[in-house]
């Protein structure tokens, strides 16, 4: 008798609430990863209700929802599951909990080995401000290490902030690049040894490779996890 074929599986990524414009490369877009993806929009998780401090996120009544919508992409088959906020991190461990299988909820869980080969990494968010330490330990970067993750964040009045926090349907991307390029600017300039910066934001990987030509680094982001991905999806 032949073994039964295994039935096709899928990523499930759970999506905020949003209609601003998913670029090729955003997590959002469909073909992001390259293997079967199933979205699932979790209702009123608007950005402006995610990127918010620890303490505000926590008490936002969100959870549950992630929680609950974690666990419907498990029982339709997903192998595997991410998010589409990085502020989400601080919830992994909950998240990891309710689903049996393998749950990436932001690119910042890549800091720990990150920070074992490298004395500082540089991170690119959405909002510096909000970005407290809170996340950075979530993400398992040890207390002693924290001063050495070193966060910049995007204009806070500028095109790709107010697109994305104001959910609009519309964005400038080439300013919406410029912005970005020139923050990892200001980032390399505060920390000119950095040889490695994360990209929190999952709306940011459309311009990594803008940030690679202008500061020759190979930002890392949830795209990095494409490899694994492929195998969970596809045993």
């Known amino acids: 008798m032949l073994p039964q074929a295994r039935p096709p599986g899928f990523l499930g990524v759970l999506m905020l609430d949003?209609?601003?414009?998913?670029?090729?490369?955003?997590?959002?877009?469909?073909?992001?990863?390259?293997?079967?993806?199933?979205?699932?929009?979790?209702?009123?998780?608007?950005?402006?209700?995610?990127?918010?401090?620890?303490?505000?996120?926590?008490?936002?009544g969100l959870q549950q929802r992630f929680i609950d919508a974690a666990r419907q992409l498990e029982q339709e088959g997903a192998r595997a599951i991410t998010t589409s906020c990085?502020?989400?991190?601080?919830?992994?461990?909950?998240?990891?909990?309710?689903?049996?299988v393998p749950l990436?909820?932001?690119?910042?869980?890549?800091?720990?080995a990150l920070l074992q080969a490298e004395p500082q990494v540089g991170v690119l968010t959405i909002s510096a401000e909000h970005l407290g330490q809170e996340f950075l330990l979530a993400a398992g970067v040890p207390p002693a290490r924290l001063a050495d993750v070193i966060v910049q964040g995007?204009?806070?009045?500028?095109e790709f902030t107010g697109a994305i926090l104001g959910n609009r349907a519309r964005m400038d991307l080439a300013q919406a690049q410029a912005e970005v390029v020139a923050a990892a600017g200001m980032l390399q300039a505060r920390a000119p040894g950095l040889r490695t910066v994360v990209l929190e934001c999952t709306n940011l990987p459309p311009y990594a490779g803008a940030v690679s030509d202008a500061t020759g680094w190979h930002p890392r982001s949830l795209l990095d996890a494409r490899e694994l991905v492929d195998w969970l999806a596809h045993g």
């Open 86 to 100: 990085g502020f989400l991190v601080l919830m992994q461990a909950q998240l990891q909990a309710a689903v049996s």
């Open 104 to 112: 990436v909820s932001s690119s910042l869980l890549q800091l720990p």
């Open 154 to 158: 995007m204009k806070a009045d500028g």
């Open 18 to 60: 949003t209609r601003f414009p998913r670029p090729p490369g955003d997590v959002g877009h469909p073909q992001a990863f390259g293997v079967p993806v199933r979205q699932l929009v979790v209702q009123g998780a608007f950005p402006r209700e995610v990127v918010r401090s620890a303490e505000s996120l926590l008490a936002s």
